[in-house]
């Protein structure tokens, strides 16, 4: 794979309230899938899984970007910003927000308990309207039977002759 070098302008908030700019530059493969890249940019910058930090990509505008912007290549070669930062996590419990989360939770879980019961249950009906279409055709074609026999039978002898064929 191609390799992409990048510039970067590192700022770590996590260490330090104000920090400075750091240049940098980054080595990246052309082809990289988003969750290798996000892995390996936590790597490149220390940070383990289960820390509570935030890598944040900026343009040159200061805006945020997707990390994916990364392997995009500028004809400018403006450095990125990245910005990495700690999450902060109250030991405070706020009861709606948690209320809430579960709330939605549980809706997913139903929401994901119909499908699956959807799924099943599909092919059952198809085969039930299929069964009683052919049950429906067939008690119709009885009936216009019958009545075609019965119209054969009351039929006046001298419409018979007129006719050339019986309506059965």
């Known amino acids: 794979m191609e390799l992409i070098h990048v510039p970067v302008k590192v700022r770590r908030f996590d260490l330090s309230d104000s920090p400075d700019f750091e240049a940098d530059e980054l080595e990246l493969e052309s082809g990289i899938e988003y969750s290798m890249l996000k892995k390996r940019m936590r790597e490149y910058f220390g940070i383990a899984e289960d820390e509570a930090k935030v890598i944040k990509i900026r343009n040159k505008d200061y805006v945020l970007v997707p990390m994916m912007n990364l392997l995009n290549e500028d004809d400018t070669q403006s450095p990125f910003i990245i910005d990495i930062t700690a999450t902060s996590l109250a030991n405070e419990s706020n009861l ?24 099943v249950l599909l092919p059952q009906l198809q085969w039930r309207r299929q069964s009683h279409l052919d049950g429906t055709v067939s008690s119709l074609s009885s009936k216009v039977s019958f009545l075609n026999r019965r119209i054969d039978e009351l039929m006046p002898s001298k419409w018979k002759s007129k006719m050339p064929a019986t309506i059965s």
């Open 96 to 119: 709606l927000q948690d209320a809430y989360v579960d709330a939605v939770r549980q809706k997913f879980r139903n929401m994901e308990s119909r499908i699956s019961q959807a799924e």
